[in-house]
Every structure is written in structure tokens, then in C-alpha cells.
């Protein structure tokens, strides 16, 4: 084990002891800065500050050589990163459809991230395809949409265009339904 700490950069640890958890600690600290983030979230101007943007640049530099530990890293994140969000989820903005996170999604985020699966074939991880089906039963009987209809879940800016594609909804009527929704 000393030979593997002598190869590894500074900000790699190696394997822990069987039974020790290496996320502990650092989940324990994610967590003080997410309630910190979010005890102030009504507190604090919506939109992003001058200050805030300057002080991104505490994220980036040259690339270390030796990496940062991960302790510094969400530090990092939190100091510079935290104060340069649109406060989204605080109730008060109203500049578009994002935001409004509410307490069980973010736990359930978190819970996914340690999860840590890929969700493209049940083989690989069975509870991500099957939410998925779950998910994309109860939009289509929400939507009406016909009982045969299929679909996936996606992300990105070209959803709409997917959805229907994938749905196979003719163009006019998912158009129409599209106004339907305003």
C-alpha cells in the first residue's frame, strides 16, 4: 500500500479499509453547504451579483498537476460556485420553466448520484428502466395520450422534437397539444 501512495497524485486517496466509507465525510460536508445554500435561499438577491461572477474565477487557473483534494474542491464549489446561481428554486423567480426544486427531488438526486447508474439497458441497472417505464406510464394516461404510445426519458433542448418522434404523435396533433398546454 505505500507503493500505491508514493504512484498517486496528492488528491487521489487510495482504497480505504473494508467497512470504511470514503463518501462519509464528504457527503456529511456537501450536506452542511446544501443547507447552508438553501437557508439562505430566500434571503438572498435572485439574480447573480458582479461579486459572485468575479469570484468564479476561484474555479478555474491552470490545471493542477497533482490534483486538489476532494475537501478543497467542494469547498471551492460552495464558496465560489454557490453565490453564482440564479436563485431558481427560492419561490421568487419567475424568468422561465426551471427551478423549483422541492425537498424529496433534491434527496432523491442525491440518493441517485450515489446510486451512480446508467440507465440505458435494464441489464445494467434494472430500477433506472424500470422507473422509466413507470414514469413514461403515467405520462401518457396524464397527457391521454393512445395506450400504445412509447417514449423515452431524454435530456437537452431537443426533447420536444424526441418526444414526438418517439411517441409517433403526427405533427399537428402534437403541435396542437403543445398549445393546449399554455
Given at each position: ?29 456537501a450536506e452542511v453547504y446544501a443547507q447552508s445554500y438553501l437557508a439562505s435561499i430566500q434571503?438572498?438577491?435572485v439574480g447573480v451579483t458582479e461579486s459572485a461572477l468575479e469570484g468564479m474565477s476561484a ?119 403543445l398549445g393546449s398546454l399554455h
Open positions: 500500500m505505500d507503493d500505491l501512495n508514493t504512484q498517486m497524485p496528492s488528491g487521489i486517496r487510495p482504497p480505504q479499509r473494508p467497512g470504511v466509507n470514503p463518501y462519509a465525510a464528504l457527503l456529511r460536508q434571503d438572498r438577491h474555479l478555474g487557473g491552470e490545471m493542477p498537476d497533482d490534483g486538489v483534494a476532494p475537501e478543497t474542491v467542494l469547498r471551492l464549489l460552495h464558496e465560489a460556485g454557490s453565490p453564482a446561481t440564479m436563485a431558481v428554486m427560492g419561490g421568487r423567480f419567475f424568468g422561465g420553466v426551471i427551478g423549483g426544486s422541492i425537498p424529496v427531488t433534491v434527496a432523491a438526486h442525491w440518493l441517485a448520484d450515489a446510486w451512480d447508474q446508467n440507465a440505458c439497458l435494464y441489464e445494467i441497472s434494472p430500477v433506472s428502466a424500470y422507473l422509466e417505464e413507470v414514469v413514461l406510464g403515467w405520462l401518457i394516461s396524464l397527457f391521454r395520450l393512445p395506450a400504445n404510445s412509447g417514449g423515452a426519458l431524454v435530456t437537452g433542448t431537443q426533447m420536444p422534437e424526441e418526444l414526438r418522434t418517439l411517441t409517433k404523435t403526427p405533427t399537428k396533433l402534437f403541435v396542437s397539444f
